[in-house]
């Protein structure tokens, strides 16, 4: 009896092993193809990416001078192999410039630095051509970055984000960029403006240069990263714990991700701050924006900001083509204009 177990075992275990090896090879095999989809997914967003830059100078080639450069930040903060060559090289990224056209000879400008949001998105022309225009038409110059991270420049640059980390440097080293190539511009009439992701930047940004800026607003900012981790799903989630990016969870380093969190350094704030928020909003929730809001307060902080009861549009709810949006960005524009004087200021 027992050689008949161990026979039958056997024959098991000798069909087992073709069947094994089987499912290895599948198991490689479609992670090669998720690969291949993964790097067809980048392809096309480089693609996006060239048709959207045409359609900026389609959209405001008649009031602004629109060009991209190309300029460097910081380091890679997680480099696969850190002695590997050039592991320590400044990141190249772009940057996107509006200069208004009817600029005076001689005349100095106030300069915007607008970071986009998004976790993996980039500066479209589809999402920001009408606050752009808004701002060119007051006098102002507007410099976007599309920090490390961003989609559109391949699957390299898409694997360098940082959030809260070091796309905040990349947002400085695009307002000291534009200082240097601009004579016109105004180094004391220097304002940050973001929404969501953006807004968590430029408040991160201000808190880190307050001497650098006259005023910032940060529209719906991600504030608390502990907090967001909490009511967002695994998905999201799996972006920061990615071994390219933070790597590893909330849980695992609530430190790190307080570092990146707005909310835990607001006692450094130290220049005129407007927020806006919503309590319909579906992506940084009420509560999140609110904590900020009470930190500030907490810690005897001068700002401004208005909260917004179910606006139209959620999230996106300043950043629409319609009558309530327009009204709401009427503040922003009064907001900067009392800081940073531009030549036409809203009426």
Known sequence: MRRLLRLFAGIVLLSAAPLAAQTEDLVARLKELQQDQQDLEHRFDQLAKAIDDLAWLQRLGDVAEVDKSRITGPPDANPKNPTAPGATNPIKFFTYSFVPRDRKPGEKLPLIILPHGGVHADFSSPYHTHIVRELVLQGYVVVAPDYRGS????????????????????????????????????????GLVGWSHGGLIVLMEALAHPRDYACVFAGVPVSDLVMRMGYHDKDYLDEYSADYHVGKTVRQDIAEYKRRSPVWNVDKLALPLLIHTNTNDEDVNFIEVEHLIQALKAANKKFEYKVFDDAPGGHSFDRMDMPPAREARAEIWTFLARHLKPPRPPR
């Open 151 to 190: 989609t559109g420049y391949g699957k390299g640059f898409y694997q360098l984000i940082d959030y809260g980390g070091r796309e905040v440097e990349d947002t400085h080293a695009a307002k000291e960029w534009a200082l240097a190539s601009f004579d016109f511009v105004d180094a004391g009439r220097v």
